[in-house]
């Protein structure tokens, strides 16, 4: 039954739908922002392909986003705050069981390939978003459970810095990792013109000197050097560079340098990814 106290939902367009589309398929929207995806799913002639896709990586993000053990003082606050809200709710009294409704379905096959007729050739590049995306929340939602609430703001807009240039029709993207469960991570992009952007966490702060190196390891198998950056005490890192060759394949690596001005790399890789194309998932990492 529709709680006639809460406000109508405005119609959304399809760009506002597709802006939710990851919180959607995530399950992070809001009742009522959730009903209006679905009621405008069911009635757009736009096939709306991101849904898809974007649930498609969702099953491998156990695999590329290592857990974290929530603080110890988080179950007290969630009992104490579970506890609050049933006092004020008259003392504990039953509720009513509420009747879940059915989510509109989306259409069948038939009817996405009609509708695909409209967009053909369009949005090829929306798998490896979506996966990029998806690894991206749940990467700051890591950071939240840390309690690194200012990290996990920078975090957040560094990845929409990356996402800006994975955006882009024809980007390249990078998913990094180490070999460590909960070692650093992050995303990359690299543009048409070569130009890369790259946000990291969980790195190890540097000290003096030091300087995380940025590195892209081509066929030829020989680091070539980006450019380095320093990390401070959140781990938290954005890196931009140029002079990539925009192909599918390379590795993106970082290393720990003992100064800036590295032309091989002295020590072990921290982290890696292999740049992948349009379509594509988070490709395997090179590690150390």
Known sequence: MTDV????????????VRELAASFVLGALEEDD???VRAHLASCADPHTEFAELSSVVGVLAETVPLVEPPAALK?????????DLAARGG?????PVAVRRPIDFPAEPERRQRLAFRAGTGSWLLSIAAVLAIA???GWNLLLQGQLSAARTYEQN???VLDVAGEPGALTAVLTSEGANGPAGLAAIAGDGSVRIAMREL????GTQVYEAWVIAA?????????FRVGETGVAYFEGGGLPAQEGIVLALTLEPGPGATAPSSPLVSAGTVVGAGAGPGPSRKA
């Open 220 to 228: 030829d198998g020989v680091p070539k050097a980006l450019g380095g």
């Open 159 to 161: 990845i929409a810095a």
């Open 76 to 84: 007290g606050r969630i009992m104490a705050a579970a506890a609050a």
């Open 137 to 139: 929340l749940l990467g």
């Open 5 to 16: 106290t809460r406000p109508t939902r405005p119609d959304l367009s399809c760009d506002d």
């Open 204 to 207: 190890l702060a540097t000290s």
């Open 92 to 96: 504990g009294a039953a509720q009513s």
């Open 34 to 36: 959730a009903d209006a």
